[in-house]
């Protein structure tokens, strides 16, 4: 079993563990708990009553966060017909084949956060899904990282707008800002990825599709929020 820090048992003891917190009592308490060197991220951890083994409960969508997750996002756009767009958007990297033998030699991948692609690329991407897919990058047009409107996509890529999925477990965990938000801030970012993950709820679920909620810092103790 591993072993934990003072500070973190102390931490941890300040955590009502019966008490289920509101957003907002969660999110003073993270910030209260924060004692890292470093600006933790906030997270939030969704258990989902899918049964995430079948394929038409996958819960994936985009949501917008109100005030970004305050990290500094990277983005490639790999296009042959929209490079001046994505050039002119801010992206980091942009083009077109070169940028997909680039990364069958391992590059570019380390160099970004997100690739985004117009359609004409999907057919030449796939000889490089098998490395793209792994480490949750390949576009995807549920992601809306497939796309004709560059522009849009890529800035609203900057201004923390981001994908969420289910696990393998049936759970959703997301970064919603860091510990220097303010709370209200972290509330308002927590409501909008619970609201886009109802709206993705999968056609024909019934019943309610969250069980429950725990959110925390990087470094800090969970703190439920909901729970059925």
């Known amino acids: 079993m591993a072993k934990t820090s003072k500070r973190f048992r102390a931490a941890v003891a300040q955590v009502d563990k ?15 708990l924060a004692t890292a060197k470093f600006d933790e991220s906030v997270e939030v951890h969704i258990d989902l009553a899918i049964d995430a083994r079948k394929g038409d409960q996958q819960v994936r969508a985009t949501v917008a966060l109100p005030h970004g997750t305050g990290k500094s996002v990277r983005v490639a756009v790999i296009t042959d017909t929209k ?4 050039n002119d958007a801010g992206a980091e990297i942009v083009g077109g084949e070169e940028l997909i033998a680039q990364i069958k030699e391992g590059k570019v991948i380390g ?52 994908d969420f999925r289910n696990d393998k477990t049936g759970v959703v965990h997301q970064a919603i800002g860091k510990v220097s ?16 993950i109802e709206a993705a709820r999968p056609a024909g679920f019934k019943g309610a599709l969250v069980k429950a909620i725990a959110v925390c810092s990087t470094m800090g103790p969970a703190v439920t929020t909901f729970k059925k």
Do not use: C, W
């Open 18 to 32: 019966t008490k289920v917190y509101t957003p907002a009592e969660a999110m003073a308490l993270i910030k209260e």
């Open 83 to 86: 490079q001046q767009e994505a």
């Open 111 to 162: 160099d970004v956060d997100v690739i985004v692609a117009t359609p004409e690329m999907m057919p030449k991407l796939a000889q490089v899904a098998r490395i793209l897919g792994p480490r949750g990058m390949m576009p995807n047009p549920k992601a809306e990282t497939v796309t004709t409107n560059v522009a849009s996509v890529v800035e609203g890529l900057k201004k923390g707008k981001v």
């Open 181 to 196: 938000f303010d709370t209200e801030q972290l509330v308002e970012n927590y409501e909008a990825l619970l609201a886009a």
